[in-house]
Each structure stands twice: as C-alpha cells, then as structure tokens.
C-alpha cells in the first residue's frame, strides 16, 4: 500500500499491536510510552486524514511483559484485539492499569512476546490491511526459550531466532505468518542483541534505539505516524 497507491473506493484496515516492556527498569519512560500508546490511534487517523486518507477499521492490541527467568506469572500479559473506537474505553483501561516492577536484571522476555504479537489474528479481509507491531522495552531479551518449562509459557512459539525470522518473513518466506505487503515493525529498544540484529536483517522494520530512562522523543514519535500513514 504506497501513498500513490491509495484509493479512496477501498476500505483500508488497520492492525496495530504494542508490545510494552513493563518491568521495573521502565519506571522512568513507561508514563511516556504509555501516552504514546494512548494517542497513537488518535495521531495516526488525523495524520491519515490531513493526507486525504481514511481508515475504514482500527483494531488495538496490547501485550505487556516481564522475565519468565524471573517470575514466570506476571511474564506476560497479552489482550485480544479490541475494534476502535467502539472499545476505546477497554483499550485505554488496559494501558492505564499497567505499571512498571519486577523483572529482575535484564534480559527479559521480549522476544516471546514479539512472537505472541506476530502470531496475532490479524485482519485477512477488506480492500487492504496494514499490520504493526510496536515494541517498547529498555533492555536486551532472552534467547527464546528461556522459561520455556513454565506452565505460563505461550504455546506455539518459536524455538530460535531463526525460527522467528521465518515467522516475520521475507519477500520470497514460504512459511510467513505475516503478510509481506502489509506488515510494519517499529522497534523502540536499546542498540543491543537481539534488536540491532532484527533491525539490520529483518525488512519493513523502523529502528530508533532507545537509551536507558529515556522516553520515546515526540519527534520520533510524529515520525513514526507519518510513516505509517504514508505507507497507508
């Protein structure tokens, strides 16, 4: 879906998954990505709107995480997809109750939650779809499998880095679980492993790395939105 491409005869839709590091190390810049969070939709239809372009169905997700190397029964918290603005209430509820503890010393458990995010129900139908997975977190991540025995651990997910670049996908992936065309990863997060290496290989990825007790500016965050709704 480039900007040339848009048509104003086709319903468009609209995924957005945000993938939130909630342990404590975030207690600085967590308020900060919370609003962000909070008014990212709002944003991105005026955004979409100031470019002659409309969004025909928004659906949110949000999925928190920890450590499951350190407490395996707060690692993880993940929501359905609620559909805005009919469900804005259950949405911002879920963001507002989140607060920043626990976690231990990093690593955390961010790559499982990036791959519960990948594997989300995303929008198959209408004219065309635009899938983004925003990831926020201040710390490095766990090689998958890290608390793997626990009873809290997600079913189904990816055993290797690898395995979860061949769930992202390629342009020529035969075993994608996203759709090449339409997905979006934005990826707030430290220039250390794993990030860095997801930044340079992985494609449709915008990388602004992060630095610790340092929010997200509200110029990257502008330019992440006008991004998105270019791409629209």
Request: aromatic share 8%; net charge negative.
């Amino acid at each position: 879906m480039s900007n040339n491409d848009y048509d104003a005869t086709l319903s468009y839709a609209v995924d957005i998954v945000f993938c939130i590091d909630v342990t404590g190390s975030m207690t600085p810049v967590l308020g900060t990505v919370k609003d962000g969070a909070l008014s990212f939709h709002k944003r991105l239809e005026e955004a979409m709107h100031a470019k002659g372009k409309a969004i025909s169905q928004l659906r949110l997700r949000v999925i928190t995480y920890r450590d499951f190397a350190d407490n395996a029964a707060d690692a993880i918290e993940a929501s359905s997809f609620w559909n805005i603005p009919d469900q804005i209430d259950e949405f911002e509820a879920f963001i507002r109750r989140q607060r920043a503890s626990g976690g231990g010393d990093e690593p955390e458990s961010g790559l499982e939650a990036l791959a519960v995010a990948i594997k989300s129900e995303w929008e198959r139908g209408l004219d065309r779809r635009r899938h983004v997975i925003a990831m926020f977190t201040d710390a490095s991540a766990h090689p998958l499998g890290t608390g793997a025995s626990a009873r809290t651990y997600p079913a189904g997910l990816p055993s290797s880095m690898d395995d979860l670049f061949e769930m992202w996908g390629y342009a020529t992936s035969q075993q994608a679980v996203m759709e090449n065309a339409a997905k979006r990863l934005l990826l707030f997060a430290p220039d250390t492993n794993p990030w860095n290496v997801i930044a340079a290989d992985w494609n449709n990825t915008i990388y602004l790395p992060s630095r610790a007790g340092e929010g997200l500016e509200e110029v990257e965050l502008a330019e992440i939105i006008d991004t998105i709704a270019n791409s629209v």
